[in-house]
């Protein structure tokens, strides 16, 4: 993935802003409705974006004991102590802690060295540029923005550039998702059309191993066509397939039980 600095640290600020118009008309029903991520509320999903900068800033993680079934992972469950130390405070709370850290992490990011932002080091996707953890950033912001939309009924921000760096960010993945996670037999040709507000169509050949292709010989073996917004959404875990498909919001062809397969198994985090 290319690190191109200004689109990044743009994205990152739309991503923020998004969130900072969004949370400033939210009423307290509102900040505890549960979102779309397992155990977490409208309120958890803010605190977990200021928690993650709070780290990136150098504070120590709060000394908390977590559980919950949807605590995955050790990342789960740092993610899940920063999220409890905001509980006992309100909604407006942790706007105000996220409007303070977001500037100062924009700040540091427009202060730092090309060197700096391009420095190796540990990301969620392994050892890479400082600078494509925050284009990480970036999606972790957007999708967790839906998270929250959606729930609330107040659809929105799912175009524009952080939308468009988020499906990049998926894009990234898809031969690990279509081949991996989908579990495509060696010889699948699939293509994956995203009809919009982001348009993508994205191609996966598995010979030996899946890999993203520009064309396909012999066209697709297997299609699937969803928007961007539903796309996220079951790549990231968030949503039940079935009635995608059964409703239409996903359609499938070529071989559609392979097809179909695909679709109920396009999730590759959580």
């Given amino acids: 993935m290319d690190i191109d600095r200004t689109r990044i640290l743009t994205g990152l600020a739309e991503a923020w802003g998004q969130w900072d118009a969004f949370a ?15 155990g977490w509320t409208v309120q958890d999903n803010l605190a977990h974006i200021v928690g993650t900068e709070l780290m990136l800033d150098g504070r120590p993680m ?67 540029p400082y600078g494509r953890f925050m284009h990480i950033r970036v999606y972790d912001a957007w999708l967790h923005l839906q998270d929250c939309r959606e729930p609330l009924g107040m659809p929105g921000d799912e175009s524009g550039l952080p939308a468009e760096m988020s499906i990049a960010e998926i894009e990234s993945s898809i031969g690990f998702i279509i081949g991996k996670k989908g579990g495509a037999p060696d010889g699948s040709r ?56 059964a409703d239409g919001r996903v359609t499938i062809g070529g071989d559609e039980d392979l097809a179909r397969q695909l679709a109920m198994n396009l999730a590759f985090t959580f």
Avoid: Q
């Fill in 24 to 38: 400033e008309g939210l009423s307290d029903d509102d900040w505890a409705t549960p979102s779309r991520c397992p």
């Fill in 190 to 245: 699939v293509e994956v059309t995203l009809t919009g507000p982001v348009e993508r169509v994205m191609r996966v050949v598995v010979d030996g191993r899946a890999k993203a292709v520009d064309e396909l010989e012999g066209g697709p073996t297997a299609t699937l066509a969803v928007s961007s917004t539903d796309f996220a959404a079951l790549t990231g875990g968030r949503v039940d397939p079935g009635p995608y498909l």
């Fill in 62 to 128: 709060p000394d908390l004991e977590v559980s919950g079934d949807h605590i995955k992972h050790p990342i789960g469950a740092n993610n899940e102590k920063w999220v409890e130390s905001f509980r006992s405070g309100t909604g407006a709370a942790v706007l105000d802690a996220f409007r303070e850290i977001s500037a100062k992490r924009l700040g540091v990011l427009h202060a730092m060295s090309d060197d700096e932002f391009l420095a190796v080091g540990w990301t969620p996707v392994g050892e890479a």
